[in-house]
Nanobody, 123 residues
Framework: QVQLVESGGGLVQAGDSLRLSCATS????????MAWFRQGPGKEREFVAG???????YYADPVKGRFTISRGNANDTLYLQMTSLQPEDTAVYYC?????????????????WGQGTQVTVSS
């Protein structure tokens, strides 16, 4: 059974940085696409950043230049480095994975999901 466990969320002020982590299990995730999504209060879940297993990364326009997605060297941890956080970044952030080498911006195409971690940015 594949498990994804997020951590690293918290309450920060506008302009601060946070790094989210997503631990994967088992350690067989070297050839799957992974991504971060978020869901703000009263909003639909939206794509944030993605990482195809071949190393191609891609971002949603609102976070481009501020967020960076990366994988740990052992390919069993996914990270999301967030800088210059703004109140509109407040959301529950989810890690997701799909058993394919190709990434996607569509939540419906991801099979495995973590439980989410709350990020709150105060102004």
């Amino acid at each position: 059974q594949v498990q994804l466990v997020e951590s690293g969320g918290g309450l920060v002020q506008a302009g601060d940085s946070l790094r989210l982590s997503c631990a994967t299990s088992p350690r067989t995730f070297s050839r799957v696409a992974m991504a971060w999504f978020r869901q703000g209060p009263g909003k639909e879940r939206e794509f944030v950043a993605g990482d195809g297993w071949a190393g191609a990364t891609y971002y949603a326009d609102p976070v481009k230049g501020r967020f960076t997605i990366s994988r740990g060297n052992a390919n069993d941890t996914l990270y999301l480095q967030m800088t210059s956080l703004q109140p509109e970044d407040t959301a529950v952030y989810y890690c997701a994975a799909r058993p394919s080498p190709y990434g996607s911006r569509r939540a419906s195409e991801y099979v495995y999901w973590g439980q989410g971690t709350q990020v709150t940015v105060s102004s």
